[in-house]
């Protein structure tokens, strides 16, 4: 119990849920992957549990300034066996304790020796326990290519690590990488993802790498990067490596006080929800990086959600004619979700578009009226005259419920 | 059987076949139901006139035919589903409905959710829906000796029966039973397929969900320990944030969570 208490508490800062994206139907063992995330409990901090997340080990020979497994801190130190790991996933699964494993691991001897033991505890899973449910496992960086591989044909997601979102920072405060030992593993999932899709398409039976894809994590706030390179980076990944997901941690001072890293009283939450808000901006609501910040304006603003600030710094798009406007415009209209959006276009032939039916629809009216025109406001109220006056409204109907992390 | 007045109350033992029957009741009497009420979710007696259902699953296939006839299916599976939801206004929101759909057939009255009454179907429908998506998550299963895994639940929603096919297809070579203590049922799941049964006696603690100690396998106290030890050991306190937590998993849920419910 110590053990388990151990490696998972220093698992945890890890700060995503996800356990979605593949469906493995259970054909002759035990479980199945939905498509949609089952979350099992939540933590004391609002987070779904999901998955056994938990580290092999935290011993490490690596030395990484943010890290808490870093070798040069004196705690204590355990590490599993492929067995007991094996086990325990599969004895929380059968009770649905949860939908599988995140495996993830401070490096042990080597990174080659490390994903050996990775890829052990998932063999043992798939083949030993015929075990279908969900297994997310990392990708040590500097690993073998093809153990890589192996561990692709077995998990469902892969994540490598970028942590710090610039090259330079992250020599600084992690000596013994470099971007190229994050990336190599890391297209060279995204190349093997592509070809077994390629051949899937061929032979049916073709075996299956990695069918939810592969993230990444990056520590928001260690470091001095502004939030439009951060979303630039992100974007590039999306776009590029092709990635599920862009995993964001507002940094959390694990280390008694290490001259590189700065002094935080609170880790960064606000702003780790605003890059949350701003990442599915890019992802479910059409938005380019550089439509929702730019050189000149690189920081999110921490006052309002980066749809709103684009809205206020873009007075000309607005009013939206709910009755006529497409959904790609509807969906940039600030307090109106992709659901709500969806069903306006889908309803909308059937009557106009009233107050009543939107507040059904749970739009938070208080900032979308006025971006709006729909049965009450014929005409819309023009934002291009007033941003600044509904700038300072808005902040203070919002004022205190800010710090909520709630998208949109 | 009293009838009087041109309107009655309508009572009937809460399940779908049983609302179906007073469906069929009222418009054959052409007594338009003032309520309609389940003798299971309500407790207090209604006053006024009163007209008890007995349920028949004849005249509820009747009904169902009706319904699949006069439109299309995802109607059926709407009237079903929200039915499942049982809050006190939702057998007349659906004897409206339905009352709707037999005199103007033919309509696809669901897509048009700007109506409020279809709005609001939907919405109970959701919110049934919501329900059996978190217990995909909250259901706790106990092994037992004779390595059954059982779980006792006690939703808002009468959703047991959605369960189901969840599990059949997570756990398909498994003896497990999902227990509403509640309503006092469950469903029971083996090899040869699906079953509903009810429980004589106490076979689960009423304020915890576990079963009697000499029934658990040998190590299931080991591995809920366990359970909870994971639990909190991944709660991160610089980010305490119980309001987000509660919004997710409100409390009346956790009695039978055995990480939020230690003794
Ligand atoms: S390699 Fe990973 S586990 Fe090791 S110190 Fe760096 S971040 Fe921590």
Redesign the interface.
Known sequence: ?RK??IL??A???D?SCSSSGSNR??R?G???T?S?G?????????R???L??ILYTNNCIYDCAYCINRRSNDIPRSAFTPDELAG?TM??Y????IEGLFLSSGVLRSPDYTMEQLNEVARKLRNEYRFNGYIHMKAIPGADPLLVHQAGLLADRLSVNIEIPSEQQLLRLAPEKNYRSVFTPMNLISRNIAESREERKRYRKAPRFTPAGQSTQLIVGATEETDYTILRLASGLYNRQKLKRVYYS?F?PVNSHDSRLPELK??P?VRENRLYQADWLMRFYHFRHDEILDENNPQLEQGIDPKLAYALRNPHLYPVDLDRASYEEILRVPGIGVRSAR?IV??RR??R?GF??LK??GVALNRAKYFIVCRELTTGIKPVVYPEQIRRKLLKSTNGAGT??SLF | MKVSGPYSIYTYDGSIDGFFSVVFHAFQSRIPPADILSLVSNNQIPIGDIIDVTTCPRQAARVRRGIASKSDKKNLRLVQVAHLAETRQTDMLLYRYLVRLFEKPGQSYY??????LV?DLV?AARRVKKEV??F????????TRDNM?V?AIDPDNNIVRLLAP?FT??????KWLIYDVRRKYGIFHDTSGLMEVKLEGHAFELDSGYIGKNARAV?EDL?????Q???D????K????????R???PKRYWKY?P??SKK
């Open positions: 119990m388990l208490d998972a508490d698992a945890k800062y700060v139907p259970a002759d035990v479980g199945n939905r949609c089952i979350c099992h409990s939540y933590t004391e901090d609002g779904c549990i999901s056994l997340k325990l004895n929380f059968n009770r649905n304790y507002g959390v609170q880790p939450l069903i889908a309803n059937f009557g578009i009543d039916h059904k629809m909520q992390l | 897509r048009n959710m700007l109506d409020p709005y919405q998506h978190r995909h998550g909250f259901v706790r299963f106990q092994q895994y779980a969840h297809s997570r756990f398909p070579h498994r190590r591995y809920r320990e366990l359970w030890t994971y639990y050991s991944v709660n991160i610089e980010r305490k944030n119980s309001r987000q937590m919004a997710f998993m969570l990480e939020k």
